[in-house]
């Protein structure tokens, strides 16, 4: 079958920073796998690795706790003695899911002048002030979210522990193993936790980078979660020697405008801050004080991508002041792109999640393997040219036969639905795909991006 004549692709390993010798990395892709292109079979881009372990595969196996945290939660909450734990559980769980971002007094205030206006014109309406303003507050208190900040005591902290450990230490495992499968190299020394709670995200990075990382820096407005935090470390006790050396607690972030560390994560956190006004100095805190990475997660729902969105414009739209780090940032994971996320600029918005399969802690009601839907973004120091530009896989794959589906997020900013097939796009590109899962990259770059000696051209059958 004759090809028109048109772009083609070529499947590619490239690495952070390195690449093919001398090719640069793709930086939009138009058109991912129009009908007519076919794929270089002749790549060898797997490097004599089967299809199931291409270079953009990130999915993780079930995650599952350290043995050591696991025994100390059941400890810690067996010793607590407290009643109706499950329903407890369930009902923190339901409710951290359905949290939607606390109304802005601005918004507030223009849905008071509203209803105002309604009320005036409705002739039913009282017109006595008094009565007016009682109204609109009625109003208001029906129609507007009630956000609440968390206190969190030594019992809710606890709670806490058996409702989100887990999960917490899946989203977290997975966007550590991101930055790790992608940059191999990577060996930080310093971590700031900012929102440690339980200290999930603490005990993830020693898991995934325990060999190098010598400071954690734990930081949460709860003194009990940290105490909670601490005890978790040392099998449950106030005494003992912390099974991670070098985790120090805090209350605040650290004052000192010149202390860095090299990744820095807020893991439901941003969600729990009062105001867009809070979360912004919060975020461009933690901003200033990161060297390398900055982790944000959040949960897979409408508001927590929107929150994440607003982060990741925030830092790569405001101009830093004085900066430590002259390195702008650009988007590490998961879009490919610094354009504006196409999942809430489409007719019917939804989120951009992520799922992680993981084992819970062994609680009586709790022993099913569960799966923990996520939002993240990972923002990097440096340049969008050192880091793979390919599409990532936004839904779970459709296999079919001689076909599979991909819902595709492309480096152009554009969300694409993309049939593949062995005979149209050729059999490494199909293959790869029938073996990608939801949130995996697809290793594609265009082929007019590549040197002559670097590539040869399909054949045309």
Known sequence: M???????????????????????????LAALVPGVTQVDNKSHFLEKRPHRQHPGILQLPHVRLPEALANAARLLLHESAMPNVEKQVQALTNYLWSRHLPVE?????KRAMQLE??????????????????AVLHALRKTTYHWQKLSYNEGLSLVYMAARLDGGF???????HEIRARIPEFQPQTLMDFGSGTGSVTWAAHSTWGQSLHEYMCVDSSAAML??????????????EPHIPGVFFRQFLPVSPKVQFDVIVSAFSLSELPSKADRTEVIQTLWRKTSHFLVLVENG???GHRLLMDARDLVLKTREKSPLDPRPGFVFAPCPHELPCPQLTASKPLACSLSQAYHPIPFSWNKKPREERFSMVILARGAPEEANRWPRITQPILKRP???????CCPDGHMQHAVITARQHGRDLYRCARVSSWGDLLPVIT??????????DPPEN
């Open 2 to 28: 004759a090809t028109a004549r048109g772009p083609r692709y070529l499947l590619t390993s490239g690495r952070w920073c390195h690449g093919l010798q001398g090719v640069p990395q793709t930086r939009a």
């Open 105 to 109: 007094p601005e918004e507030l205030q």
């Open 117 to 134: 206006k309604k009320f005036l014109e409705d002739p039913d309406t009282p017109q006595t002030e008094e009565k007016l303003h009682r």
């Open 170 to 176: 899946a989203a977290v495992s997975r966007a550590f």
């Open 227 to 240: 105490d909670l935090a601490e005890k978790l470390l040392k099998d449950g006790s106030d005494s003992g």
């Open 301 to 303: 729902t409408k508001a």
């Open 402 to 408: 001689r076909h599979v589906h991909c819902h595709l």
């Open 447 to 456: 082929a007019s991006e590549l040197s002559p000696s670097s590539a040869e």
